[in-house]
């Protein structure tokens, strides 16, 4: 690991905070104008995931910077006209597609490694298949290749499924949108703009670009912070953070080296803070480290865990407000009431902000009602139901 430089800024951990708020789009006037695909570019990537609760995580993304977003508006905004495309990012991600060319790095490294999730052996002509069938049908998914499956469970892909898959690591295919949650596979020289459509840069060219995006998107970040963005390496941060733009600086607390974005140093980050319930694969909490670290929250999916185990529940979103995590709820909804199977505050002070939030969430999604299951305390279930009737 290279030693870094002297800092040349020290910030508190409260200043480090609202510069990482601004730059994840929480703190000031958000850019409507520039909205959904605005925000993509802005945070250089948008997780997707397949749960799906209030919405599918992609959706929440755009609702929890820039409000009642139309969700068939979200994704027009990244779909169409060739905006954005699917890639291997934090995980699967929503990126714009001017980055294209920057992540040749990985269809390079896939490429020479020979496989991804499965070996491919003599799948060869499986490949072929699917790129004279694209080529001559235009986008398909996966089904209307020859299906996914061969039967059992769902990591046991079919070999069309495994082709296309391989075509898509590789880029020789691209992910064009989801429909139904079903990629939609299209020939990459087709669905990439002429511009952009090279694997040209060289591999310190691609991480310079990816580092830089990473800081700019964070607002300020230790090493790890930077190359968990977009799943880079230690090693590869270090080659090539010199040459970011990013400046280095010393954080209260963190206890380890931190790099900023220098435009998100030249001002204080005023403005009003958005009152939001967050999705666990929010870049704002993704990396939880860095959310505990910067909020003094710990926070796990809990989606995977068995559910007697649950603490916080399914799918509890972090509630944001004020600058500050201030709880947390599991949804659901029941027809036309939003329910809170399960609702969390760190204080007093989040009753309000919490029934705000869950009455916002219930009319983007159209609800009518909102009610509350089960608390930590009956306290709680007392306060927030208090402050809903007084909206």
């Keep these: 690991?290279?030693?870094?430089?002297?800092?040349?800024?020290?910030?508190?951990?409260?200043?480090?905070?609202?510069?990482?708020?601004?730059?994840?789009?929480?703190?000031?006037?958000?850019?409507?104008?520039?909205?959904?695909?605005?925000?993509?570019?802005?945070?250089?990537?948008?997780?997707?995931?397949?749960?799906?609760?209030?919405?599918?995580?992609?959706?929440?993304?755009?609702?929890?910077?820039?409000?009642?977003?139309?969700?068939?508006?979200?994704?027009?905004?990244?779909?169409?006209?060739?905006?954005?495309?699917?890639?291997?990012?934090?995980?699967?991600?929503?990126?714009?597609?001017?980055?294209?060319?920057?992540?040749?790095?990985?269809?390079?490294?896939?490429?020479?490694?020979?496989?991804?999730?499965?070996?491919?052996?003599?799948?060869?002509?499986?490949?072929?298949?699917?790129?004279?069938?694209?080529?001559?049908?235009?986008?398909?998914?996966?089904?209307?290749?020859?299906?996914?499956?061969?039967?059992?469970?769902?990591?046991?892909?079919?070999?069309?499924?495994?082709?296309?898959?391989?075509?898509?690591?590789?880029?020789?295919?691209v992910c064009t949108e989801r429909r139904g949650w079903k990629r939609v596979y299209d020939l990459a020289e087709r669905a990439v703009p002429d511009g952009l459509f090279h694997d040209d840069l060289e591999d310190r060219e691609c991480l310079r670009r990816l580092v830089a995006l990473a800081g700019h998107s964070l607002g300020v970040g230790t090493r790890a912070d930077i190359a968990d963005y977009h799943r880079l390496k230690g090693g590869q941060v270090d080659s090539v953070i010199a040459d970011s733009g990013l400046v280095p600086v010393e954080v209260e607390g963190w206890g380890k080296p931190a790099w900023a974005d220098p435009k998100a140093l030249a001002s204080e980050p005023r403005g009003r803070h958005r009152t939001t319930l967050l999705s666990p694969f929010d870049s704002l909490v993704w990396d939880r480290s860095r959310t505990e670290r910067i909020f003094g929250f710990t926070h796990r999916l809990e989606a995977y865990v068995p559910k007697p185990k649950r603490v916080h529940g399914y799918f509890a979103m972090p509630l944001l407000a004020g600058g500050r995590l201030l709880g947390r709820v599991d949804p659901a909804r029941e027809g036309r009431t939003l329910v809170a199977r399960q609702l969390s505050l760190e204080s007093a002070a989040g009753a309000r902000p919490m029934a705000q939030a869950l009455q916002e969430a219930a009319e983007w999604v159209g609800c009518e009602d909102v009610r509350i299951e089960r608390t930590a305390t009956p306290a709680e279930a007392v306060a927030v139901t208090a402050e809903l009737a007084a909206l």
Excluded at 69 to 74: I, P, S
Excluded at 106 to 116: E, F, T, V
Excluded at 133 to 144: M, V
């Design 1 to 173: 690991m290279t030693t870094a430089p002297q800092p040349a800024a020290s910030l508190s951990a409260a200043e480090a905070r609202r510069i990482a708020l601004r730059a994840q789009g929480f703190l000031g006037a958000p850019d409507r104008r520039a909205g959904v695909r605005g925000m993509l570019r802005h945070l250089g990537a948008v997780q997707l995931d397949t749960i799906s609760v209030l919405a599918r995580s992609h959706e929440l993304i755009p609702y929890a910077r820039l409000g009642a977003v139309g969700r068939d508006a979200v994704e027009k905004a990244y779909w169409s006209d060739s905006h954005a495309f699917e890639y291997w990012s934090h995980a699967a991600c929503i990126l714009p597609i001017e980055e294209w060319p920057h992540f040749a790095f990985r269809r390079r490294q896939i490429r020479a490694k020979g496989y991804r999730w499965h070996l491919l052996e003599d799948k060869l002509s499986s490949t072929r298949a699917v790129l004279d069938r694209l080529a001559a049908e235009g986008p398909l998914t996966s089904s209307e290749l020859g299906g996914a499956k061969n039967g059992g469970e769902w990591f046991e892909w079919s070999e069309t499924k495994i082709a296309v898959e391989w075509l898509l690591d590789t880029g020789e295919v």
